[in-house]
């Protein structure tokens, strides 16, 4: 173990929790990603401490007031100070995950080289405090500065112990555009099965963090998709490794990676996959409707979209979506006509993201598609009639103009809106109720 000449400044609240301990006669040190972050020069999301205190120590030096007993098995003790939450570990090493999610034992150790051996990845297993400095036993900031990720020590027993971290490497590495240090990688290639026995939940959280990562094509390795997603096509593969990366990064924009990803599956295909994830239906539901939609919009001539030649909408012809078997002469009003439609059934929010998606399959079309995207946000702006629910009648209206209640009386409202979509009809009491007329007279 050496200890580096090196500093930063530590979050006041993580600070505090170290003097506290610090004076109690325990050692103890801020580590993992926290320190790698702030050796990069960036702010910390997260401040984690781990100290030679047992889970009893810290309790009784905080006040089980102050403290939620996270993981006491697991020497986790989260101790809430200034309005944060901050996690505080005992020295351990531990045992594997045969659960998939959980170290089947732990044993407390007293020093912390030996708890920065147990962790995955030298650039997080470091630790620091502002009277030790730096504690970088394997070697960290060396692979900081080089950009690689590397495993801690055997790589092999690395991810035996928990084969989720076969996909973290491959996040972290996205993550800050780092090469993967050759025997790691080979590793994880080679032990890629092993993420059957982890559950499903944390497949899938990590599969997102690395979809976010800023360009994640080149880290996605064809073994382990086809063990996540064994329906995929690995001659897929490098197209969507392009579009993954036209689109942008970000947690915010990961459903849209996931449909370009899991586009050629089609949507019942991807909906099938996303549910064996456990993903929730929010997501699930999100990704299956752009994979649908965007088959709908980029029509093709084999499994997906990616093996389509990019031609406009107007030059194939009218999608399903026409309004009484007609559509538009107007290219540019049949495009308001299909944004409307989408507007009404979305929302602004899914058809941005569609659009995007749309964008980055056909490069050559991606102006198109950002114009479409502006055109929602203006229909938007402006209170454009897209929904039952934007019309100037309503069902107590058309009641008591005369028209019966039931399944008929949502025939009408549908007419109205498809002759309102159109510019068939103005969205005017007057008009849409004579028109209501005609419409359940027929």
């Not at 050796?39 to 205190?53: I, K, V």
């Not at 456990?278 to 990704?287: H, I, P, Q, Y």
């Not at 995007?356 to 198109?368: F, H, M, Q, S, T």
Request: one cysteine or more.
């Amino acid at each position: 173990m050496t200890a580096e000449t090196i500093s930063f400044p530590l979050d006041p609240g993580a600070a505090a929790l170290l003097t506290r301990l610090h004076a109690a006669g325990h050692a103890a040190y801020a580590v993992g990603g926290c320190v790698r972050d702030s050796l990069l020069g960036q702010t910390p999301h997260d401040w984690d401490l781990c100290t030679s205190a047992t889970p009893e120590q810290v309790l009784e030096l905080f006040g089980k007031a102050h403290c939620i007993p996270t993981g006491l098995q697991h020497g986790t003790v989260t101790v809430k100070h200034g309005g944060e939450l901050y996690e505080i570990t005992t020295f351990r090493t531990e045992g594997a995950y045969s659960d998939g999610r959980h170290p089947d034992h732990v044993a407390f150790v007293p020093d912390v080289k030996e708890d920065l051996a147990r962790r995955d990845f030298t650039i997080n297993a470091m630790a620091y405090n502002a009277e030790e400095g730096l504690i970088d036993p394997f070697g960290g900031q060396n692979d900081l500065a080089a950009g690689i990720v590397r495993a801690v020590g055997e790589p092999q027993r690395r991810f035996e112990e928990d084969a989720l971290r076969i996909l973290r490497l491959y996040r972290f590495a996205a993550r800050f555009g780092f090469a993967i240090d050759p025997a790691t990688g080979q590793a994880a290639r080679a032990l890629c099965r092993h993420l059957d026995c982890v559950s499903e939940e944390r497949i899938a959280e990590e599969l997102s963090r690395l979809l976010a990562a800023p360009a994640p094509g080149a880290y996605l390795e064809a073994e382990v998709l086809a063990v996540i997603f064994p329906e995929l096509d690995a001659a897929e593969l490098p197209e969507s490794r392009r579009i993954l990366d036209a689109l942008e990064p970000g947690m915010e924009h990961v459903p849209v990676r996931l449909a370009a990803l899991l586009c050629p599956l089609g949507e019942a295909g991807a909906r099938a996959a996303l549910k064996r994830l456990k993903c929730s239906n929010a997501l699930t539901g999100t990704v299956a409707t752009l994979v649908g939609e965007s088959r709908e919009l980029l029509p093709q001539t084999r499994i997906g979209p990616f093996h389509c030649p990019p031609h406009c909408l107007r030059q194939q012809g009218p999608t399903h979506r026409t309004v009484f078997g007609r559509t538009s002469d107007s290219p540019l009003e049949e495009t308001r006509i299909q944004t409307k439609r989408l507007l009404g059934k979305y929302g602004l929010h899914m058809v941005e993201q569609l659009d995007a998606l749309c964008g980055a399959i056909a490069p050559d079309r991606v102006a198109e598609f950002a114009a479409q995207a502006e055109l929602a946000r203006q229909l938007e702006a402006d209170g454009a009639c897209c929904r039952i629910n934007q019309l100037a009648v309503n069902g107590r209206d058309l009641m008591d103009a005369g028209i019966r209640p039931g399944p008929g009386l949502r025939r009408v409202l549908d007419a109205l809106l498809e002759q309102v979509l159109t510019g068939q009809l103005p969205n005017e009491k007057a008009a849409l109720l004579a028109a209501a007329a005609q419409v359940a007279a027929s």
